[in-house]
């Protein structure tokens, strides 16, 4: 017995995914509405009427390439559907918000679909090419979360977690549609159409700026590599960055106490810096917080990341260092005021202020800022709710 099956991520979306949720509803009664039932007087898996909307390679219709995918063959196939679209589709859904997020997976089944019928498949149902085209985006967007994987290998029963680009990249698309196309009945072409789909329309995306990246998605990974590689080029070239040829003569003076001072300064900063970035990469938020209270208190301009700072800001939070959060915050909102989700920033900070803070005027302002952008019902009525009582005090 060999089983690997992901059951969590280690991202949550800042927003309520609605559009993916939407997504699952419909395609849940679709299929019940479409289903037949089949028994040994009547195998037909589909009602007649629905018979029509599945993609048919020999004789396709356009409407065809769109509505195959919200069909399905039992109740198996819709539910291990689903919770794919569950698992990697909410964190899709936040980075490409509600409309972009449809289109995206419209535009996935018609691509998964083209590529199904072009490689010479057969009649096709089912919503896991634009799964895979979701999957695909999730790879590029978050290839370095966590996924939760439970396996059972022989005797042995556990939960692994195993980085997203492992996972989605070995597991899913090469080894389980490339090397082991052994289940009849399955449509591999539709999901390497959807995978290559998802993967290269956030990759174009990711590059022509239509969404906001980050130094954790794959295209900064890929240039950061780069970037190294360059780098070890040109070592082995020969250059030497730590020493340096010049032409003229360069006249010494002697180096004061203060200016050596500063040296250090710089080599604690670069060295918190460092670890500041490690820490988070181990998940290990208490201690890159710490860190950064003491590289602030070394030089409180210095401004990190802007993933790093707001995940920061939201571990101090957490720890209830109010006033230490309180002015990540700013610097946040000060450095960063076109992140996408600046709302929810200034909601975090306004109550902070109000909570905790005792600073009215700030507290006000901030959240009047939330909820003048602000789209969640909920989030919306705490701000309007906070600002009430700020204002009858």
Not at 325 to 351: D, N, P, S, W
Request: aromatic content about 14%; overall charge positive; some cysteine.
């Amino acid at each position: 017995m060999f089983m690997f099956f992901p059951i969590r991520t280690s991202v949550r979306p800042y927003r309520t995914p609605y559009a993916n949720y939407a997504l699952i509803v419909i395609n849940f009664l679709i299929f019940f509405l479409s289903y037949n039932w089949p028994n040994k007087s009547n195998p037909e898996i589909l009602h007649h009427w629905a018979r029509q909307f599945m993609l048919t390679p020999a004789r396709p219709f356009v409407w065809q390439f769109v509505s195959y995918a919200f069909l399905h063959g039992s109740i198996m196939h819709i539910g291990g559907n689903m919770f794919f679209l569950y698992l990697f589709g909410r964190n899709v859904n936040d980075k490409l918000g509600n409309i972009g997020y449809i289109s995206f997976y419209l535009a996935g089944a018609a691509f998964s679909g083209v590529g199904h019928v072009l490689l010479g498949g057969g009649p096709v149902l089912g919503a896991s090419g634009a799964i895979a085209a979701v999957t695909g985006a999730y790879l590029v967007l978050f290839p370095q979360t966590l996924i939760t994987v439970f396996y059972w290998l022989l005797y042995f029963i556990d939960t692994i977690e195993i980085s997203a680009l492992y996972f989605i990249g070995i597991k899913l698309i090469i080894w389980d549609n490339i090397f082991e196309r052994s289940i009849p009945n399955v449509a591999y072409d539709a999901h390497l159409s959807g995978y290559a789909f998802g993967v290269l329309a956030m990759f174009i995306m990711l590059g022509t700026g239509l969404i906001s990246s980050s130094s954790f998605d794959l295209l900064s990974m890929l240039k950061h590599w780069n970037r190294r590689r360059q780098y070890r080029d040109v070592i082995a070239g020969g250059y030497d960055p730590f020493r340096r040829t010049v032409a003229r003569k360069i006249k010494v003076h002697e180096v004061n106490k203060d200016t050596q001072a500063d040296k250090q300064q710089q080599d604690r900063i670069i060295q918190l810096r460092s670890e500041i970035t490690r820490r988070i990469a181990e998940r290990n938020m208490s201690e890159a917080a710490r860190k950064y209270l003491e590289l602030v208190e070394l030089d409180a301009e210095q401004l990190p990341p802007r993933q790093h700072l707001l995940d920061i800001a939201n571990q101090l939070a957490s720890e209830n260092k109010h006033a230490e959060a309180a002015a990540a915050y700013e610097k946040f909102i000060r450095h960063y005021r076109t992140y996408e989700y600046v709302e929810q920033v200034q909601l975090m900070l306004g109550l902070l202020y109000c909570r905790y803070l005792n600073q009215t005027e700030l507290a006000i302002k901030h959240l009047e800022a939330a909820e003048a952008k602000l789209t969640d019902a909920g989030q919306l009525q705490m701000c309007r709710d906070e600002l009430g009582r700020l204002q009858n005090h």
